[in-house]
């Protein structure tokens, strides 16, 4: 698989690196995990650090686009939860399910 990375932004305020990238594969479409260590390993930065926000695969094509966030530090990381847990880097949280009361007999 290779990357290309087509943009980078430093957004001070945020505290974060927006990048934009293009991918292509040879066989199937990469994970998330496969594209989250190869940029990782593109930009030298650390995997916890980085957040993949979209990824779109061309239909047809061995090829995609995508975008992601590169934090400063992992106190930086302010982003929606959902996405945390699609790469990873969260967990789900489990819902519990409350025993209903019986109801009161006659």
């Known amino acids: 698989m290779d ?3 087509k943009e980078k932004f430093q957004n001070k305020l945020l505290g974060r690196q927006e990048i934009s ?3 292509s594969f040879a066989a199937a479409a990469p994970s998330r995990a496969d594209v989250r ?3 990782s390993a ?6 916890e650090l980085l957040v993949i926000e979209r990824m779109v ?6 090829s995609g686009n995508g975008r992601a966030f590169v934090f400063d530090s992992k106190e930086k ?3 929606g939860k959902h996405l945390l847990v699609r790469d990873g880097l969260a967990e789900k949280k489990k819902k519990e399910k409350k025993a209903k009361a019986a109801p009161a007999k006659k």
């Open 37 to 39: 260590g190869a940029l």
């Open 3 to 5: 990357v290309e990375i």
């Open 21 to 23: 990238f293009g991918y």
């Open 77 to 79: 990381v302010r982003i």
């Open 42 to 47: 593109a930009l030298g930065a650390k995997p």
């Open 57 to 62: 695969n061309k239909y047809g094509l061995h």
